[in-house]
């Protein structure tokens, strides 16, 4: 599924975000393979493809045989806390699922708990980041209607990911996570506390002893690793800035209106061009304000979402590390210890096995990673443009107009609008 | 520069993609189509300006600077136009001839020189005088200045501002030779008229509120538009960091490093465009200017008209109350008091050759009052004639020239909006090929 290429068309349609031609590719190109209708609520059908804009999950989709929405957050008040419930649906025509449908409910606990079982079982593998806990600054009340609908946003699209990743979304958490009612029994079982400390202390042991030599492409990945945090974090501060700028920006052109309003009273002759030019004032503010909502709505979450992906990056790589300074210090032990051997041979067989999985599965799922990072970022950085061109035409036409009106008043001017 | 007209229909912006300078001489070419004897004769323009260090009245070393005019017979027919006459003017030189031209007319609306000072300014325009920018803007304003008033009816035909634009040397005597300031009414004067006028013509009351909101509402325009300024051009420039984060981002890709990197190119374009953006806007900013200090011109014609009134009825007042002195001398009622009156009272009355005498006195104020009514009389009344025909010259020149100002910004909007729908098709077509 990963060495496809995509069809040249089939990009101009994936990357066009209007809505209605968005829903006909979804229902043109994935029909369920045994007929049976597709996802029919609007909102969620929309969600959806607004957020599954890279070529793999395309791919995915023509065969694509689970669908999973978040939505309805809803208040849970109880005598020890507060916390948002999320709904989450999920159709599917796999034979492993005892059903096709599913409503469950599900908090942000859950979720992380869904994560934390990935990445234990898979620890070379990229498993999409969750939403932040909480947001530093600019936070007021942490359940306010703006935090809740941009994480409830990010949610759904973690599940997304991981009902594409093609071995993520075959995990048993995975499945019990989307089917049981209760989560609350299966999130006591597993690997305990105490047995991640463990791991955890040996992890610290194995980074203190360092890596005798990381393998060449590993080496290149993580100088890229650390390059590429960097970059997503610059993007992420320049792109809040400029909603900042822009704001600002906003709310001083406002105030131009009420002063050519108050102008144009003044005035006998003057009065219709001043209040068109109030009139303009006030349309274009208006653009630009639907210009910053889209662009806190689309870019700025799109860039975000990367640098937690580069976070997750660098624990993958941590993880690899590790894994291969296990097997080296095994090794190393087999090497000088002259007693043990037969034990500490398969041992060490097991370790290197392991290494070779891990190493694999890593280098398997860093190319799916790269495409969909492109293909993720390239779709809102074309997004942002299309807005950007559309915010200027908009203002265009609202000056075009005015300048028409003008000179259809003054005497005898040819218009001659370029 | 301004070229001289020939044809006689009203300059009108038939495309969209005007530059600064020519909106700023459809303006002047609608002045210099108003065809006054002078400008029939003569094309104006201030053409360069140079810094010059010298001397001033204290003795100590300062930096000024002079500007050029330059005057050229206005000949149309066929043949290569003539050497320009030029002499050197500083803004001072400028100040004196507005001074004298105020005192001389005090009926005209006299056109405003450009600011003294940089006002209104956004922060990354500079306020100092002698950036080479501001000295430009000034060049403009001032060249805006000679043209407004060769362009006036009345105006132009002033001796002392032909001298202006024709004597570089004896100007300056000539100009103080004309006693203008001594016929300046004192600031005391004008400001105790201003409270003390029984009688205001409605019309200029109206006329000075008229200003006064005016200029109220102009100055909180550009208040506005230098806040605005200012955000905007945060706003571009932080897109520069985008060109720069692309840069170095595309050099660890492979796929994606040609898209980015060109894309990043882009961004650098769109945060260097605000430069341009805002130097535009700056003549427009310099056009709603000239009108809110022309208010300030409106409000001496209206403070001057007070003046004469005031001084009307102050006479008309000293004359009534002469007039009862008189009836009272001769009936021998004393309703005002008088020093005269009290003296007699207390040491007797006076003899009927003292009150002869004193009531030929009497007379003869009455009639030179009456003389001095009539005279302020008639001068209120050709102010009142005078002043309102300059005034609806000025309205008409008004609406005008802030309707073609309007179309301006409009047009400068448009193009502003033009260059942003270019350079983000362009990046978007990058980020496509990605």
Not at chain 1, 64 to 80: G, L, R
Not at chain 2, 112 to 118: D, S
Not at chain 2, 274 to 301: M, N, P
Not at chain 2, 413 to 433: D, L, P, R, T
Request: charged content about 30%; glycine content about 4%.
């Amino acid at each position: 599924m990963s060495g496809h290429t995509v069809p040249a068309d089939f990009s101009e349609h994936m990357l066009d975000l209007d809505e209605d031609e968005d829903l006909e590719v979804f229902t043109k190109n994935t029909s369920l393979p045994d007929g049976s209708p597709m996802p029919n609520s609007p909102s969620s059908m929309v969600n959806q493809y607004r957020l599954e804009d890279d070529d793999e999950g395309q791919e995915v989709a023509n065969t694509k045989d689970i669908f999973v929405t978040v939505d309805h957050p809803e208040s849970q008040v109880t005598a020890i806390e507060t916390f948002i419930l999320y709904r989450v649906v999920t159709r599917t025509t796999r034979s492993d699922f005892d059903s096709s449908e599913y409503e469950v409910r599900r908090r942000y606990q859950d979720f992380v708990w869904l994560r934390s079982k990935l990445e234990e079982k898979h620890p070379t593998l990229i498993v999409h980041p969750l939403p932040e806990k909480f947001v530093m600054k600019g936070m007021v009340e942490r359940f306010n209607d703006d935090f809740i609908e941009t994480r409830r946003r990010a949610l759904h699209r973690f599940l997304n990911k991981i009902s594409e990743h093609p071995i993520l979304s075959y995990s048993q958490h995975f499945q019990v996570f989307l089917t049981a009612q209760d989560l609350a029994p299966h999130r006591k079982q597993g690997p305990g506390f105490l047995s991640r400390m463990g791991e955890t202390v040996r992890a610290v042991a194995n980074s203190v002893r360092g890596l005798k030599s990381r393998p060449e492409e590993f080496a290149v990945m993580q100088e890229y690793v650390d390059d590429f945090s960097n970059k997503m974090c610059c993007m992420d501060k320049v792109t809040q800035r400029i909603v900042k700028e822009q704001r600002e920006y906003v709310d001083e052109l406002k105030q131009y209106s009420p002063t050519y309003a108050r102008w144009g009273e003044l005035e006998e002759e003057l009065t219709e061009p001043l209040k068109g030019m109030a009139s303009c004032v006030v349309q274009c503010s208006k653009e630009a304000e639907e210009h910053i909502q889209h662009l806190s709505e689309v870019l700025v979450p799109a860039l975000h979402e990367y640098v937690l992906c580069a976070e997750t990056l660098k624990a993958v790589m941590r993880r690899r590390d590790n894994i291969q300074a296990e097997f080296e210090a095994k090794n190393e032990a087999l090497l000088t210890r002259k007693a043990e051997q037969e034990a500490l041979q398969e041992e060490v067989d097991v370790l290197a096995d392991r290494m070779e999985q891990a190493n694999n599965s890593l280098k398997g799922d860093w190319l799916r990673w790269q495409r969909s990072m492109k293909t993720d970022l390239r779709s809102a950085f074309i997004s942002a443009a299309e807005k950007n061109v559309e915010y200027y035409e908009k203002c265009l036409a609202v000056w075009e107009s005015f300048l028409v009106s003008q000179r259809a008043d003054s005497s005898g001017g040819q218009e001659d609008v370029a | 520069m301004a070229d001289s007209v020939s044809s006689e229909e009203v300059a009108v912006i038939s495309n969209t993609d005007i530059t600064s300078t020519e909106s700023e001489n459809n303006i002047i070419n609608t002045m210099v189509e108003r065809g006054t004897a002078l400008l029939r004769k003569l094309e104006i323009n201030v053409a360069e300006a140079e810094k010059r260090t010298g001397k001033n009245t204290v003795n100590m070393q300062e930096t000024y600077t002079v500007y050029l005019i330059e005057i050229r017979p206005a000949e149309t027919e066929g043949g290569t136009p003539a050497a320009p006459d030029t002499l050197w003017r500083r803004y001072s030189e400028f100040e004196l001839l507005r001074t004298y031209l105020l005192v001389t007319y005090p009926y005209i609306i006299i056109p405003p020189l450009p600011e003294k000072r940089a006002e209104f300014v956004w922060h990354k325009l500079s306020a100092d005088n002698l950036d080479p920018d501001f000295v430009e803007r000034r060049r403009v304003g001032l060249e805006n200045f000679l043209l407004r008033v060769a362009s006036h009816p009345v105006l132009s035909n002033d001796k002392i501002f032909f001298l202006f634009l024709t004597e570089e040397k004896g100007w300056r005597d000539a100009v103080l030779e004309t006693g203008f300031q001594d016929k300046a009414d004192s600031r005391l004067k004008s400001l105790s008229a201003m409270f003390r006028v029984k009688n205001p013509d409605k019309r200029f009351t109206a006329l000075k509120q008229y200003s006064d909101e005016l200029n109220n509402v102009i100055s909180q325009l550009l208040r506005i538009r230098a806040r605005v300024a200012d955000r905007l051009y945060g706003v571009y420039k932080v897109h520069g960091n985008y060109g720069r984060v692309f840069s170095e981002w595309s050099a660890i890709e492979k796929e994606m490093g040609d898209g980015l990197q060109s894309a990043g190119h882009h961004m650098d374009t769109y945060a260097a465009s605000i430069d341009d953006i805002l130097e535009e806007e700056e003549h427009f900013a310099d056009q709603l200017k000239e009108y809110l200090f022309y208010t300030d011109a409106v409000r001496s014609v209206c403070r001057k008209h007070e003046l004469i009134q005031y001084e009307l009825e102050m006479a008309a007042q000293d004359l009534a109350q002469k007039k009862q002195q008189k009836e009272e001398l001769a009936t021998g009622t004393v309703r005002i008091f008088s020093l005269k009156g009290m003296t007699s009272k207390l040491f007797g009355q006076e003899s009927p050759e003292q009150k002869e005498s004193r009531l030929a006195a009497l007379e003869q104020s009455i009639q030179e009052g009456e003389e001095t009514v009539k005279e302020k009389n008639t001068e209120c009344q050709e102010f009142v004639r005078a002043a309102w025909d300059d005034i609806e010259r000025f309205k008409e020149q008004k609406d005008k020239d802030l309707r073609e100002a309007l179309i301006s910004y409009a047009i400068m909007q448009i193009s502003m909006c033009k260059k942003g729908i270019q350079v983000w098709s362009n990046a978007k077509e990058c980020f496509s090929k990605m």
